[in-house]
C-alpha cells in the first residue's frame, strides 16, 4: 500500500483507538466562533469609498506592482491581460476586481475536531493568537529567545482557552530548532496537542507544500483537495512588491484549494502615506492584486481581505498601536472588503509596551474592540502580543484570551424578550427595593452577567491577605494552572505514527540549517 492510499484510508484520522481515548479524555469549553448581532462601524461616506477605489485602480494601472525573481507569475498576468513590463505589473482598470469576483465570500475550516470547525465571513469572528515573535517572556524567566517547549506551551494554551477558536500558527519561532525544519515541528505540535484549527508555513514554498502533505497524514488526501484545512499568512512587501517567497507558498495553497490571509504590512508614514485615505488607498490596490493573483493561480480558492496596520512615531521611527488612526484605516478597510464580498482580517492585541502593564492593556483594549465594530471575520495576534510583535508573552496570552470573553458578549447584542424587559421584576420590587432576591434576578444570574475568569473582585482586605497580587502575578499562577491541568486530545495512533515517520522523512533528507 503506498502512503498516499494509506493516507486516504485513514480519512479523517478517525478509528476505534481514537474513539477509546476520546470517552476517556477531559473536555475543554471552548466557545463558538462569534455571530455578531451588533451593526459594524462605518466612518467612510459614498463619495469616500468611490474616491479611494477609482484611486486603487488607477495605481494598478498607471503605477503597477512588482512580482520579483517569479516569471512564472509574470507569465500569469501576461496572459490575463496586464501589461508586464520586467518585474513590473500594470494592470488594466477593472481587471483586478473581476478577477477577484471567484474568491469565496465566506468558507468552512475544517478541524480535526469536527465540533471546532469555523466559519470565515459572513458576520462571523473567529480568534487567533499570536503569530511570529522570536522572543518570549514570562514573569520568572524574563525575556529571552523562544523554545520549541515555549511554543508547545502556547499550543496547550490556546487549546484550553474558552474564547479562543484557532491554534494559530507561529505562535512563537522556536529557535533552537533549524530554520528549515522548525516548520515540521510547529505544525505536529498543532496537530497533535489541539484539536482545534491551525495554519500553515508559509517561509518557503517546499515548506507550504509540506503543510499541505502533513494535511493530508492528518485529514486525508482527498478530503484536503475537497476542504479548507489550513488558514494561513501570506503578507505583502509594501508598497506594493509581492515577494517570491510569499507568492510562492501563495500558490501552493492556493492550488491546493488552501486559504490565505493576503494582507498588506502597513506602517504609516513608512510603508504607506501617512493619511489614511491614502494608505486605504495603498492597502486596497495591494489586496486587489495580491487576491487576483491568488484566482490565476486557481478560481474559487478561498482567500482573506487582510490588512495589518499600525501608525508610526516620527521621534524615534517605531511603531505604534491602538491609536486613531489605525482605528480609522481598520474601520475603513472593513468597509472595503465588504463591498468586495470578501471576508476580512485585521485587528488583534496590538501594544508597543514591554511588560503587560497599563500601557499594554489600554492599546490592546483600543485594537480588540476596533477590531469587532470593524466587522473583521478572522483576527489573529488576538491574544499574547507584546513589544510590537517581537514578544510572545504568557502572561499576556492568558490576560487577553481572558478578556475575549467581552467581544463574545459585546456581539451577542442587546436582547428584547419578555425576560429580557423585565416587567415582572420590576413590579415584584417596586420603589425602593433590591433586585438580589426576586424572582427575575433568581433565574437568571448565572448567566446575567460576563465573569472574568481571571480579574480580581474580592474586598481589598481579602486581596491583601492572599498577597496583594496584581494581574501579571494572577495571570501567571493560571498559566501554570493551565498547563498542569491540560491533557491533550484524543488522536488516532496510527495518525500520530505516520505523521512521525513524515517528519522523520522529511528532516533526514536536508542538512540542518540555521540560516
Known amino acids: 500500500m503506498t502512503d498516499t492510499e494509506a493516507r486516504g484510508r485513514r480519512g479523517r484520522g478517525g478509528g476505534g483507538a481514537a474513539r477509546r481515548a476520546e470517552r476517556s479524555a477531559v473536555s475543554f469549553e471552548t466557545a463558538k466562533y462569534i455571530e455578531r448581532n451588533i451593526p459594524n462601524l462605518e466612518i467612510l461616506n459614498e463619495e469616500a469609498l468611490q474616491i479611494i477605489e477609482a484611486n486603487a485602480d488607477t495605481i494598478l494601472e498607471e503605477i503597477g506592482v ?28 477593472g481587471l483586478a476586481r473581476e478577477l477577484c469576483k471567484t474568491a469565496p465570500s465566506e468558507y468552512t475550516q475544517h478541524a480535526r475536531n469536527p465540533e471546532r470547525n469555523v466559519v470565515v465571513g459572513g458576520r462571523n469572528l473567529v480568534l487567533a493568537p499570536v503569530y511570529g515573535p522570536p522572543f518570549v517572556r514570562d514573569a520568572a524567566g524574563g525575556r529571552r529567545y523562544a523554545t520549541l517547549a515555549d511554543f508547545q506551551k502556547f499550543v496547550k494554551l490556546a487549546y484550553m482557552s474558552k474564547w479562543l477558536h484557532h ?63 489550513m488558514t494561513s499568512l501570506i503578507n505583502i512587501n509594501s508598497p506594493m512588491t509581492f515577494d517570491d517567497v510569499m507568492m510562492g507558498a501563495l500558490e501552493v ?70 491609536t486613531p ?54 483576527m489573529l495576534h488576538s491574544c499574547g502580543w507584546l513589544e510590537g510583535g517581537l514578544v510572545s508573552s504568557f502572561e499576556k496570552f492568558v490576560m487577553d484570551a481572558d478578556q475575549l470573553g467581552t ?52 474586598p481589598f482586605e481579602t486581596w491583601q491577605d492572599e498577597g ?37 522523512k522529511r528532516k533526514a533528507a536536508e542538512p540542518d540549517s540555521f540560516m
Open 325 to 378: 488612526e489605525a482605528a480609522h484605516i481598520t474601520y475603513g478597510a472593513g468597509q472595503l472588503a465588504r463591498r468586495m464580498g470578501l471576508p476580512f482580517r485585521s485587528a488583534g492585541s496590538f501594544c508597543g509596551s514591554k511588560l503587560p502593564d497599563a500601557q499594554a492593556a489600554y492599546e490592546t483594549s483600543n485594537s480588540l474592540n476596533m477590531g469587532l465594530l470593524s466587522g473583521v471575520n478572522f
Open 468 to 504: 496583594a497580587r496584581d494581574t501579571q502575578a494572577l495571570a501567571s499562577v493560571r498559566v501554570e494552572k493551565m498547563l498542569n491541568d491540560y491533557q491533550q486530545p484524543p488522536i488516532d495512533p496510527a495518525v500520530v505514527e505516520a505523521l512521525d515517520a513524515f517528519v522523520a
Open 253 to 322: 495553497y492556493a492550488q491546493n484549494n488552501q486559504a490565505c490571509i493576503i494582507s498588506p504590512f502597513i506602517v504609516g508614514g513608512a510603508m504607506a502615506p501617512v493619511s489614511v485615505v491614502g494608505t486605504l488607498t495603498q492597502v486596497l490596490a495591494e489586496v486587489l492584486a495580491g487576491i487576483a493573483y491568488s484566482q490565476l493561480c486557481r478560481k474559487g480558492a478561498p482567500v482573506i481581505f487582510g490588512a495589518f496596520v499600525t501608525s508610526i512615531d516620527m521621534n524615534s521611527g517605531a511603531p505604534t498601536f491602538g
Open 66 to 93: 512588482n512580482f520579483p525573481d517569479n516569471p512564472k507569475a509574470l507569465e500569469r498576468w501576461r496572459e490575463a491581460g496586464a501589461n508586464v513590463d520586467g518585474e513590473r505589473v500594470r494592470i488594466p482598470k
Open 167 to 229: 491554534s494559530g500558527g507561529t505562535v512563537c519561532e522556536p529557535t533552537d530548532i533549524p530554520v528549515n525544519k522548525r516548520h515540521l515541528d510547529m505544525l505536529y505540535a498543532h496537530m497533535t496537542l489541539s484539536d482545534k484549527p491551525f495554519m500553515g508555513s508559509v517561509t518557503e514554498p517546499s515548506r507550504a507544500q509540506d503543510s499541505v502533505d502533513m494535511c493530508g497524514v492528518l485529514f486525508g488526501d482527498d478530503f484536503v483537495q475537497q476542504n479548507t484545512v
Open 407 to 458: 467581544l463574545h458578549h459585546i456581539a451577542k447584542g442587546v436582547q428584547i424578550d419578555e425576560n429580557a424587559q423585565a416587567m415582572d421584576a420590576i413590579r415584584e420590587v417596586g420603589p425602593g427595593g433590591h433586585y438580589l432576591g426576586c424572582a427575575h434576578t433568581q433565574a437568571n444570574f448565572k448567566s446575567a452577567f460576563w465573569k472574568s475568569d481571571l480579574l480580581d473582585y474580592k
